[in-house]
């Protein structure tokens, strides 16, 4: 009688995690698991940008193929997002045009409200908002946490938490030392 109990206790362990999982995580897609030449590239998706100091207001497609594309997701209440900023600082300003540096919330908040957020705390690259969540969903995790994407949109690096500088600058030149093997 023990082993079934022992048995029914595992299986019902396995069945809260595994549903744990997909809550967090989502399902598998069915397409994917089906397609073995799957490359993990992501399509595109469009993101409003705000007017802030280093952002325009606009949209930039999320991955932007054809060039490294760098995301963080913040969120304006996160005190670990405010400790990152100096790090995106610093690491945005050492590429330039080459990578599509941006930071991203998933926040319903007034655009003035997230602009003066992004110029208290230092924000000098381009900033926008997915309320709808679509990317936050493609790119699951807690704040912070930054992805880098080759320019053909697959996932080179990602990480969560506070991270270095040189961390951010390492999972970008990771993208970009993808991106030279691909169109050598």
């Known amino acids: 009688m023990r082993r079934r109990e022992l048995l029914a206790g ?18 598998p897609s069915v397409d994917r698991l089906l397609d073995e030449n799957e490359d993990d590239s992501r399509e595109p998706i ?12 606009g949209t930039i497609s999320v991955p932007d193929l054809g060039r490294v594309t760098f995301v963080d997701f913040f969120g304006t209440w996160c005190g670990p997002c405010i400790e990152q ?14 990578v599509l ?4 919330t998933n926040e319903s908040i007034p655009e003035a409200e997230l602009a003066d957020w992004w ?4 924000g000098s690259w381009t900033v926008g908002v997915d309320p709808s ?18 320019d053909g949109g697959v996932v080179q690096w990602s990480g969560t938490g506070i991270k270095s500088a040189d961390e951010l600058v390492d999972g970008i030149e990771r993208a970009i030392a993808e991106s030279d093997v691909e169109s050598a």
């Open 10 to 27: 595992l299986g019902s362990a396995g069945v809260v995690v595994g549903g744990g999982a997909a809550a967090v995580y989502g399902l």
């Open 85 to 98: 900023m100096p790090a995106l600082g610093e690491a945005a300003s050492q590429f330039g045009d080459e």
């Open 101 to 104: 540096f941006c930071s991203v």
């Open 119 to 122: 110029d208290e705390h230092g």
């Open 46 to 57: 469009e993101i409003e940008t705000i007017d802030a100091p280093g952002s325009d207001a």
């Open 133 to 150: 969540a679509e990317l936050t969903s493609e790119y699951p995790g807690g704040v912070p946490r930054a992805v880098a994407l080759d």
